[in-house]
């Protein structure tokens, strides 16, 4: 069986673009024991995917060039020689960016797709909404009046981010790439402020203005400029979940901002980087959390989708661009 799928042509240097993908043909071998027959459904884009483009040691492994770039995707069983899985099942997993693929039964999640859209467990109930649990339980640990920075927040994990927040009580502002994610973060998502930082004359004053008495909480996905923007407005003791960098990710020589150490050694800061798989062995605890508020209504999500399998690399490159509201994927058909 013929399949279509997309590798890594060439390694980017800065910002990627559509060069640094190919499409081709590949062919499926006959499916051996213990093995399903995949269609790819929806498929995820992620901005740490950019830091596989490179060939750096980091906590996930480089995408090979000329092989397929891999990834979180929803997935229908077409074939199946397993017992755990069956034709007819929808599954999630990493898996190649191609219209078909054969997949291990044992390296699949089966889901429920007639309660929630397939999308959202490449989102909310999936990867950026654990991320969005972890960093802000476990490490902003957010109390009730307390006030809320969130970067990045109409994307993927933000979103979920603040809306957590909201549910421990806390005061949250929202900093997002326009007016019309600002309003949504307001509007739909409960925040209580947002921030639109491409036109804000001053971010750090209005910080200030909207935390009158300093910034509890920090959660950063875009690190930066808006980073020492917030950081500038910390209150003493406050946590940073450090969870994400985006505007560093295609940068050639390493950001020369303002040395922040001072200001957090000063005002008793605690600043916590993590990966979401540090939190690996308490998955079904966050996806037990997040699926109550969402049956409950007080959490809320929102996707990006765009049609076609060839767009994949539009969709990844998007996220550069601020092109998506909450998860952005690909749906193939
Ligand atoms: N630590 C972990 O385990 C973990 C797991 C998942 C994700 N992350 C990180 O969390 C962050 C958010 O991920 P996500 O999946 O939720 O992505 P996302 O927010 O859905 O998409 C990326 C968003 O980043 C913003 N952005 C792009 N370039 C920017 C820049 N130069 N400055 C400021 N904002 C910029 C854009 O929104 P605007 O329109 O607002 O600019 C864009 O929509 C990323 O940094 C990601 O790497 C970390």
Redesign the pocket.
């Known amino acids: 069986m013929e399949s279509s799928q997309f590798v890594l042509a060439s390694r980017p240097i800065g910002l990627p673009s559509s060069d640094n993908f190919r499409i081709e043909k590949a062919v499926l071998n006959e499916l051996q024991d213990n093995e399903v027959l995949l269609k790819s459904w929806y498929i995820s884009v992620?901005?740490?995917m950019r830091g596989r483009m490179n060939s750096v040691k980091s906590y996930a492994a480089s995408f090979e060039v000329d092989q397929p770039i891999r990834g979180g995707i929803v997935a229908k069983v077409i074939e199946s020689k397993s017992k755990l899985i069956i034709a007819g099942d929808t599954v999630v997993g990493m898996l190649p960016w191609a219209t078909y693929s054969i997949e291990k039964a044992e390296n699949l999640r089966k889901v429920d797709v007639q309660k929630v859209p397939p999308g959202y467990y490449l989102g909310v109930l999936g990867?950026?909404g654990f991320?969005a649990y972890f960093g802000m339980i476990e490490i902003g640990k957010p109390k009730k009046g307390e006030t809320v920075v969130i970067s990045?927040a109409?994307?993927?994990?933000?979103i979920v981010a603040g809306q957590i927040a909201k549910i421990q009580g806390s005061k949250v502002i929202g900093i997002?790439?326009?007016d019309e994610?600002c309003r949504l973060l307001k509007e739909k998502f409960g925040f209580d402020k947002a921030i639109n930082?491409k036109t804000s004359k001053s971010i750090r004053k209005e910080i200030g203005v909207l935390c009158p008495e300093g910034v509890d909480v920090y959660y950063d996905?875009?690190g930066?400029e808006?980073t020492d923007a917030v950081v500038a407005n910390l209150d003493f003791h406050a946590r940073i979940a450090l969870?994400?960098?985006?505007?560093q990710y295609n940068n050639t020589k390493p950001y020369a901002g303002p040395s922040l150490l001072p200001m957090l050694l000063t005002r008793s800061v605690r600043l916590q980087g993590?990966?979401?798989s540090n939190y690996s062995d308490r998955l079904d605890e966050a996806l037990s959390n997040l699926t109550q508020w969402l049956n409950e209504g007080k959490l809320k999500y929102t996707e990006t989708i765009i049609e076609g399998f060839n767009k994949l690399p539009d969709a990844f490159l998007g996220?550069?661009s601020?092109k998506?509201q909450g998860?952005?994927l690909v749906k193939t058909e």
Do not use: E, H, R, W
């Not at 969870?243 to 505007?247: A, D, K, V, Y």
């Open positions: 992620d901005p740490y990867m950026p991320t990045g109409a994307g993927a994990v933000g997002a790439g326009s994610k930082y996905n875009v930066g808006i969870c994400g960098q985006i505007s993590f990966i979401v996220l550069f601020g998506n998860k952005m």
